[in-house]
């Protein structure tokens, strides 16, 4: 199974990255200078690529960013790269399977707190009829110490980290900076090795943007991304990520003007060249737009935007 479910760039300003050695299991420098630590979990998929990357911050007094999945071998990495020091905070992004579930288990280990996004919650809720296709990826008993609202601060080692709120992919999701030095711990908000999915009622089109909009107005130069390696130039592939999803909107209302009424018929037309096992991560995506494309008039369709609705142009 291809480990890239968005590889429809190809005339995108975006240029993915997609060299990675994840060294699962094992702690891998992720900064130069700073004494950052990546783990990566064995838990490699289409939507996480090689695995859910895990960060330790710090040389006595540790800081946990995404303890990962609910994985016994994961733990058991993490706790011989914290090698008995002292845990302050375990972070946690956002409340998918991926990352949040092991926030416990390193908690019971460590005695640290557990700080950052609030429970998993979908940005609205589901209309009459409508399943929710990625129910299961959501961290439903995720009960955190602490809520980081945006702008609060985390005392670290290293500085304090501070709360950017990015919500998108999912309604609650965070990044953590080191303004002091640049460094974002961008999350799956943005990556080097694919776009992120965006996927009502989890996720939703428009706040994804306005954060993207964000994190371009900040000065980070290193982003360190909840899968895959790290973002080098961030604000110039940020602002490709939002360019490639301005396209994305732009070639969704030309299907619509050609005719094109559904989201399978979207997607085949679109998304012509990859791999139809993909298409069905590809729909996620066009709905969303669709969703987006309702609410600011460019688009119509009875009743509330649904993945099977049917869809025309304004006008």
């Given at each position: 199974m291809s480990t890239n479910p968005a590889p429809d760039l190809s005339t995108s300003p975006v240029a993915l990255q997609t060299g990675f050695d994840a060294s699962h299991g094992a702690p891998v420098p992720a900064h130069e200078t700073l004494p950052i630590l990546r783990v990566t979990a064995n838990n490699p998929g289409p939507f996480t690529f090689h695995g859910t990357n895990s960060y330790v911050?710090?040389?006595?007094?540790?800081?946990?960013?995404?303890?990962?999945?609910?994985?016994?071998?994961?733990?058991?990495?993490?706790?011989?790269?914290?090698?008995?020091?002292?845990?302050?905070?375990?972070?946690?992004?956002?409340?998918?399977?991926?990352?949040?579930?092991?926030?416990?288990?390193?908690?019971?280990?460590?005695?640290?707190?557990?700080?950052?996004?609030?429970?998993?919650?979908?940005?609205?809720?589901?209309a009459d009829g409508e399943v929710n296709l990625l129910d299961a990826s959501g961290d439903r008993a995720h009960a955190p110490d602490t809520v980081l609202g945006d702008g609060a601060m985390i005392p670290t080692e290293l500085g304090p980290l501070s709360v950017v709120a990015t919500p998108g992919h999912t309604a609650n999701h965070l990044c953590?900076?080191?303004?002091?030095?640049?460094?974002?711990?961008?999350?799956?908000?943005?990556?080097?090795w694919s776009t992120t999915i965006v996927?009502?009622?989890?996720?939703?089109?428009?706040?994804?943007m306005a954060s993207l909009d964000?994190?371009?107005?900040?000065?980070?130069?290193?982003?360190?991304?909840?899968?895959?390696?790290?973002?080098?130039?961030?604000?110039?592939?940020?602002r490709g990520l939002r360019s490639h999803r301005r396209m994305r909107a732009n070639a969704i209302l030309e299907r619509l003007k050609a005719g094109d009424e559904t989201v399978p018929a979207i997607v085949q037309a679109i998304y012509a060249g990859v791999d139809a096992?993909?298409?069905?991560?590809?729909?996620?995506?066009?709905?969303?737009?669709?969703?987006?494309?309702?609410?600011?008039?460019?688009?119509?369709?009875?009743?509330?935007?649904?993945l099977r609705g049917r869809y025309r142009m304004t006008g």
């Open positions: 911050l710090g040389d006595e007094r540790l800081t946990i960013i995404d303890p990962g999945p609910a994985d016994d071998a994961h733990l058991d990495a993490l706790l011989k790269a914290i090698a008995g020091r002292s845990v302050d905070a375990i972070l946690v992004t956002h409340t998918h399977a991926d990352h949040s579930p092991l926030a416990r288990a390193l908690q019971q280990a460590t005695g640290a707190p557990v700080l950052g996004c609030g429970p998993h919650a979908p940005f609205r809720d589901l953590f900076a080191l303004d002091a030095h640049g460094v974002l711990f961008s999350g799956d908000h943005v990556m080097g996927a009502p009622p989890d996720g939703a089109m428009a706040p994804y964000r994190l371009i107005a900040r000065g980070d130069t290193l982003y360190l991304p909840g899968h895959g390696g790290a973002v080098d130039d961030p604000q110039r592939f940020t096992r993909l298409h069905g991560a590809a729909a996620l995506s066009v709905f969303a737009h669709l969703e987006e494309l309702v609410a600011c008039g460019d688009a119509a369709t009875d009743g509330p935007p649904l």
